[in-house]
């Protein structure tokens, strides 16, 4: 196994288990023993997330030691971020208009799912304002944030505590060396755990295939398709010219990122490269303190392919019900989106929950939902692996931007995984 790269062991699993899942659909048998495996990767890679994250932030920070220059850093990202996810609505919008994925759909031919579960989670955002979200990443108890896996807060007190750091001087210097060390200690165990991926990907799609089928994509397809296409013309044009006004070939960052996207594809789940993304930015020419601030944070108020999806799916949902939506309404939808997709990541489905909290102030019926939310997984994988892309890039932008990317660092390590492949 050794000469097969970790890209191809990954695809191997996903096609293994798309096999297993395909063979034995509605056998409960799978989910009972594959679903343990995939739940134990996506544990360990949770394992490690907060104290990478942490470690990083307060060497990279302590490193900087000038909150002047953080603070510009953040309005910059925030910006960046802002103007990214607001593309990806329109392109959104544009691709569901032109295409009309939902006109003319047989409800009577569709499944509907069991949204219940997202439910209860919607009341919650429906009551979450833009400011909600800047006074919430402020954590009012530490050791609860880091329970609740709450990235923004962790992340505020991270900054908070990498400038105390730097501003006690020489006192600091042993705290700078335990987190760097802990930082390198979970790189390492990063790159451990990560030898188990092609097992977790392969029970992951595994029961996800038996537990809904292949058939179930049928009556959908021109909605999984639009999504599909979409993405990969938001990835290549939208952002294939962001990284060229930024001196970058969008296809290097896919060849530094194919282990990457593959098994953020697979598993639906942006968690799981979170580390090797802060590890492989740094290696190409993005310095530690913008890396390990950018990456997390994006994880938050950038999800690209999120907000793409969702304006899709929204205006799906109204041609399937016969409504016309007036360019004033649409409107309206990419504002309430621009604002409740941002802050809430770590809500699980939460493009499911955004939507749900979004639909019913432009009168969409919000049950239109479980007609799609069968497929929501294949939809799920394609979003996160955008959002992981639009993530990286965000790094290598805000580097240029702040003008301290290192161009014969990021050629040499290209160099390098070229020669490797």
Same mark, same amino acid.
């Given at each position: 196994?050794?000469?097969?790269? =970790? ?8 096609? /293994?288990? @798309?096999? +297993? ?32 994250? @942490? ?34 609505? @329109? ?14 759909? *047989? ?16 009341? %919650? ?25 709450? &990235? #923004? ?28 060390? !802990? ?30 089928? #292949?058939?179930? =994509?049928?009556?959908? !397809?021109? =909605? ?6 979409? &993405? ?26 194919? *282990? ?10 942006? %968690? !799981? ?55 004033? %309404? ?9 604002? !409740? ?13 955004? /939507? #749900? ?21 294949? =939809? ?5 692996? +955008? ?27 290209? %160099? ?6």
């Amino acid at each position: 196994m050794k000469k097969v790269g =970790l890209a191809w062991q990954i695809l191997i699993g996903l096609i /293994l288990g @798309i096999g +297993v899942g395909a063979v034995f659909y509605g056998n409960p048998a799978v989910q009972t023993y594959l679903q343990p495996i995939g739940d134990i990767f996506i544990r360990l890679i949770k394992m490690i997330v907060i104290p990478i994250v @942490i470690a990083s932030i307060i060497v990279g920070v302590a490193g900087v030691g000038d909150i002047k220059k953080l603070g510009k850093l953040g309005g910059k990202t925030l910006l960046y971020f802002e103007i990214i996810t607001t593309v990806a609505i @329109i392109v959104g919008l544009l691709a569901a208009n032109i295409f009309q994925p939902g006109a003319g759909l *047989d409800m009577n031919s569709l499944e509907k799912g069991n949204i219940d579960s997202y439910v209860s989670t919607t009341e %919650e955002v429906k009551e979450h304002s833009f400011a909600d979200t800047f006074v919430n990443i402020v954590p009012a108890n530490l050791f609860e944030s880091l329970a609740q896996g709450d &990235m #923004l807060a962790i992340i505020f007190f991270s900054v908070m505590f990498g400038i105390g750091v730097a501003a006690i001087g020489e006192k600091g210097k042993p705290v700078i060396q335990f987190f760097q060390g !802990t930082a390198e200690a979970m790189f390492f165990i990063t790159n451990q755990i990560m030898k188990f991926a092609p097992f977790g990907v392969f029970a992951l799609i595994g029961v996800t295939v038996s537990k809904f089928g #292949l058939g179930s =994509l049928i009556p959908l !397809t021109k =909605l999984v398709l639009l999504v599909y296409g979409s &993405m990969f013309f938001f990835v290549i044009v939208v952002l294939g010219f962001v990284a060229k006004l930024a001196g970058i070939n969008i296809f290097n960052l896919f060849k530094i990122l194919k *282990d990457e996207l593959i098994l953020a594809y697979s598993t639906a789940s942006s %968690e !799981t490269v979170l580390p090797k993304l802060i590890e492989k930015m740094e290696k190409f020419g993005c310095p530690k303190a913008i890396v390990s601030f950018v990456i997390p944070t994006g994880y938050s108020f950038n999800l690209d392919g999120s907000t793409l999806y969702q304006a899709i799916a929204a205006l799906f949902i109204a041609q399937m019900y016969g409504i016309e939506l007036s360019i004033p %309404e649409q409107l309206s939808l990419l504002l309430v989106l621009m604002v !409740t997709s941002k802050g809430i990541a770590g809500v699980p489905g939460v493009s499911f929950v955004v /939507l #749900l909290a979004t639909l019913g102030s432009v009168g969409i019926p919000v049950e239109g939902l479980a007609f799609i939310a069968g497929i929501d997984r294949i =939809l799920d994988m394609a979003r996160t692996a +955008v959002n992981v892309v639009g993530n990286s890039l965000a790094a290598i932008v805000l580097s240029k931007w702040e003008g301290q990317y290192n161009p014969i660092k990021a050629k040499q390590y290209l %160099e390098d995984i070229q020669k490797s492949a």
